[in-house]
């Protein structure tokens, strides 16, 4: 298994920006399609964004297309999500999550078998 940490969330105004890390460890990071979701209170854990192995084909929800932008650096293991023009409707706990065996990075989280223990994210109005 792969081991996830997740960092960068915080507090933020209505149109500001955060910028969300993630470092792998214990196996080979280029090996796992890499993918962000979130959980608002209440709510079912949400696909936020994607990126495949390589770094090269990247997956985003509608509702962060344009806002977000996902990347990763194979060789310091790490993923990140950078965040702009924050809504309030984008406070939820942020998980990065991995997996090693799909041909494509998935949008649905029951596809990745390593989770971090997410990072929250709150925006203010």
């Known amino acids: 298994q792969v081991q996830l940490v997740e960092s960068g969330g915080g507090l933020v105004q209505t149109g500001g920006s955060l910028r969300l890390s993630c470092a792998a460890s214990?196996?080979?990071?280029?090996?796992?399609?890499m993918g962000w979701f979130r959980q608002a209170p209440g709510l079912e854990r949400e696909f936020v964004a994607a990126i495949g192995r390589g770094g090269i084909s990247t997956y985003y929800a509608d509702s962060v297309k344009g806002r977000f932008t996902i990347s990763r650096d194979n060789a310091k293991n790490t993923v990140f999500l950078q965040m702009s023009s924050l809504k309030p409707d984008d406070t939820a706990v942020y998980y990065c999550a991995a997996d090693q065996w799909a041909v494509r990075p998935g949008t649905n989280f029951r596809s990745y078998e390593n989770w971090g223990q997410g990072t929250q994210v709150t925006v203010s109005s």
């Open positions: 214990g196996r080979t990071f280029s090996n796992y399609h």
